[in-house]
């Protein structure tokens, strides 16, 4: 069985200065158009223009800082300051508030998401599982519900945010298979039937199509019980309240009609009577809101780890399925690992991956790595097999984590640096048939130039990215 090493990692979160709502999940579109005000001394503000008059201009600015989650900042300018407005057509500014109202309630929108989500009970290997059988994977989940309906969003994300980067090029006769177990004991009895014995949480199994990860969920469910039932009371109470103001004032308007009140007077009651509903359904829902804000909250500080492994597994098998099918072409193990340390790293926002800042764990270990005695030869590196990315022990995790911070390093380079990540030259690189030519022989190729003139040129590169503190 051929099995494609994980690794542990890090997610990192970022903050900002000023009235911010700093929740991870801005618009999904990249591309997305920006109204745009230039100044007379301070580099232009990007966002929407929320409200202007004749003194100020109220700009709702969007930040994206490499490495960091997207943030709103409520911006007034004085039009003193201002040199020019550049703003946008009605279609493309409605399209701009809309992005910005989906990521100031990205709580919401996931928790509606997860409802949507269909779930079967399924019975494989011994275990009882809530499945999900989607177009792009199928899942299977020894969670509760709402802990699978959450993975379950997560997961169809993190696939959308790899066909923005890598486009699909062909189709499974089957789509992979994630099963996520929601204790570290279960998903070990689990590789142990498929004879694995392997100290990571994660992995992908390619000759089975299937990604297994382990979690603590259990633990989590039993933590998150009372909130999740705060949580159901509060939706119930908020569709009662709804329910109840379609009924009081069908109610009352039968009521003033049979005392012969005026038209108009009865307009003017029953538009007291909403308000006084509104204000009750604006604070139900504006709980709701929080509740579902905490509980993203606890289970983001508690699954981080999780996830991390997850969708560097499934990098793996979405690129085994969809890109480059095993068979059809030969990806080198340092490009598999490199590429899905990269993505495991990226910021997921909406169905949006930002690659855009360098892994500041990785990076850090390359340093180390670089400024060692004896630095990963670069050959080394692209001669590596499935060995050499595995963990056994601590001396062997010790190993396993140079080659991925070095795979990490040059699929970086070649992403950024040399923008080789979905081009022809890619392409005919993990074509199978090579003709006798060796691992380094191939790579030159790709590069165009020897590898003695190219390890230089990226380690050069590599020196002059920053590590995050």
Known sequence: ???LAPILALWTIGCCEGLTFAQPMPPDDTTLKMERVELVDHPP???LIESEDAAWITLIQIQRPPGQPMHLVIRPIDRHHVISVVRLEPEQKAKLRQAIDQFR???AIEAGRMEAVSLEPRTAEGNAYRHYAGAWFTLDSTADESNTRRV????EQIFAAYRQILSPRTSPDRPPRLVVFDSLDAYHAFLDRLGLKIQNRACFAEDKNLVAAGSELARLSSIMTKVNAQNDQLRR???DLEKRLADRLRELGDHFKKTGLSKAATNQLLVVERRKFDDQIKKAREELLRSDREIARIFNQNTRQT???LYHESFHAYLSNYVYPRGGF?????????????FEGGMLE???LRIDSPSSTSLRQLKEDAAAEHPLPLEQLLTAGQNEFLTHGDASQAAAQRYYANAWGLAYYLTFEKRVLGSPALDRYVQPNHHGTTPVQRFEKLVEMPIEKFEPQWREYIESLKCKP
């Open 152 to 155: 379950v969003v997560r997961a």
């Open 237 to 239: 109470d908020l569709k």
């Open 45 to 47: 503000y990007e966002g």
């Open 105 to 107: 309630n990205h709580a």
């Open 1 to 3: 069985m051929r099995l």
């Open 350 to 352: 909406g169905n949006t």
């Open 330 to 342: 030969d990806v080198p193990y340092w490009l598999n690992e490199g590429l899905a340390v990269m």
């Open 307 to 309: 996830f991390v492994l």
